[in-house]
Nanobody
Framework: QVQLAESGGGLVQAGGSLRLSCQAS????????VGWFRQAPGKEREFVAT??????????HYAVSVQGRFSISRDNAENTVYLQMNSLKPEDTAVYYC??????????????????WGQGTQVTVSS
């Protein structure tokens, strides 16, 4: 199974930006679908964004709460997926996790649908 490690979290003021990175090791995940999830204190882990491939095209799907503000991308040469987060709000505060789905199925939003997970990185947005 691919191993994932998130980085790039931290403390930012409302309206600011952060870019999270998720680097894979052990296996290449260039043909995997990837996802970002987050979990706030006392809340269930929730879907944020996913990216998958079809032919020579990559597709992305986002939670309504982050559409227009967050963008998922990947660099296959570096075996890394990114989450660019703009216009951050206090309600974005959570531990952010990346995940991989070896079946490369599109639009997967469920935690149970992913095979591998990173350890998480804390994002705190102050008001």
């Amino acid at each position: 199974q691919v191993q994932l490690a998130e980085s790039g979290g931290g403390l930012v003021q409302a309206g600011g930006s952060l870019r999270l990175s998720c680097q894979a090791s052990g296996r290449s995940f260039s043909t995997y679908a990837v996802g970002w999830f987050r979990q706030a204190p006392g809340k269930e882990r929730e879907f944020v964004a996913t990216m998958w491939s079809g032919g020579n095209t990559y597709y992305a799907h986002y939670a309504v709460s982050v559409q227009g503000r967050f963008s998922i991308s990947r660099d296959n040469a570096e075996n890394t997926v990114y989450l660019q987060m703009n216009s951050l709000k206090p309600e974005d505060t959570a531990v952010y996790y990346c995940a991989a789905d070896r079946t490369n199925t599109g639009r997967r939003v469920g935690v149970y649908e992913y095979d591998s997970w990173g350890q998480g990185t804390q994002v705190t947005v102050s008001s």
